[in-house]
């Protein structure tokens, strides 16, 4: 699967056949025979960058890793605090544009590392919502390949992997979106290029995260509480 993580966040899985979910896009991917279902979720790294200034009286001066690191190691209360991203309404899998974001379960002893620690939560929850719904087709991805400054983020992707069950690589090249469409340009041009192998030599690995067996059970039942409260 392929995640980008950028102010929003987008995951997509390519698949062999042509499939479609009511509730996901899904589109015919330039390489032949390969068919993308996935979506968007507005509150990528603009999550953490609002609960950041938020906390710092409005400061820009904020070092987001730092602080995401600090709430990963403050472990007492994860899960207990559900975010709900909804920052600026919610595209896949709800596509509500009116919706609205919200926290459940804080009280006099939250902190604000309970503060970041939930948004990191409730952000990854959005990515393991849109996923639930891509296995409904076809089992969905194994691994996820991340890109984009928020990726480089290793609390965050940790999250990620926690809430997904996947494990995941995120890319240290800062070739993005563009060399992604010149690597595809080059085997338009040539029949002979590989696309796979060539996205591999130009790849470089920044981090990667593997799901925490301890995290799962507790998460999972955070994770229904999450979309219970949507639905509420």
Same mark, same amino acid.
């Given at each position: 699967?392929? @995640?980008?993580?950028?102010? %929003?966040?987008?995951? $997509?899985?390519?698949?062999?056949?042509? #499939?479609? !979910?009511?509730? @996901? @896009?899904?589109?015919? !991917?330039?390489?032949?025979?390969?068919?993308?279902?996935? /979506?968007?979720?507005?509150?990528? &790294?603009?999550?953490?960058?609002?609960?950041?200034? =938020?906390?710092?009286?409005?400061?820009?001066?904020?070092? #987001?890793?730092?602080?995401?690191?600090?709430?990963?190691?403050?472990?007492?209360?994860? &899960?207990?605090?559900?975010? =709900?991203? $909804?920052?600026? /309404?919610?595209?896949?899998?709800?596509?509500?544009?009116?919706?609205?974001?919200?926290?459940? &379960?804080?009280?006099?002893?939250?902190?604000?590392?309970?503060? #970041?620690?939930?948004?990191?939560?409730?952000?990854?929850?959005?990515?393991? !919502?849109?996923?639930?719904?891509?296995?409904?087709?076809? &089992?969905?991805?194994?691994?996820? #390949?991340?890109?984009?400054?928020?990726?480089?983020?290793?609390?965050?992707?940790?999250?990620?992997?926690?809430?997904?069950?996947?494990?995941?690589?995120?890319?240290?090249?800062?070739?993005?979106?563009?060399?992604?469409? +010149?690597?595809?340009? %080059?085997?338009?041009?040539?029949?002979?290029?590989? +696309?796979?192998?060539?996205?591999?030599? !130009?790849?470089?690995? %920044?981090?990667?995260?593997?799901?925490?067996?301890?995290?799962?059970?507790?998460? /999972?039942?955070?994770?229904?509480? $999450?979309?219970?409260? $949507?639905?509420?």
């Amino acid at each position: 699967g392929i @995640l980008s993580l950028g102010t %929003a966040g987008t995951i $997509y899985t390519p698949f062999q056949t042509a #499939v479609t !979910h009511p509730r @996901l @896009l899904s589109f015919p !991917h330039v390489l032949r025979q390969q068919t993308l279902v996935g /979506g968007s979720t507005v509150c990528g &790294g603009s999550g953490l960058e609002w609960v950041a200034r =938020l906390l710092s009286g409005n400061s820009n001066d904020v070092d #987001v890793e730092a602080l995401c690191q600090s709430a990963s190691e403050n472990t007492s209360r994860r &899960g207990k605090i559900i975010f =709900l991203p $909804y920052l600026s /309404g919610e595209l896949q899998p709800s596509n509500d544009g009116g919706a609205r974001g919200g926290c459940c &379960g804080i009280d006099f002893s939250t902190s604000s590392l309970d503060m #970041v620690s939930a948004v990191m939560q409730g952000t990854a929850f959005a990515f393991a !919502h849109n996923l639930e719904m891509t296995r409904q087709l076809a &089992g969905g991805p194994t691994a996820l #390949v991340a890109t984009g400054r928020p990726a480089r983020n290793q609390a965050f992707l940790q999250v990620i992997s926690d809430s997904t069950g996947l494990p995941i690589r995120a890319l240290a090249s800062s070739g993005g979106a563009a060399l992604g469409a +010149a690597i595809l340009a %080059a085997t338009g041009l040539d029949p002979q290029c590989n +696309a796979a192998a060539m996205a591999q030599r !130009h790849s470089t690995t %920044a981090c990667e995260c593997s799901p925490r067996d301890e995290w799962r059970e507790e998460l /999972g039942a955070s994770f229904l509480i $999450y979309k219970e409260l $949507y639905s509420r």
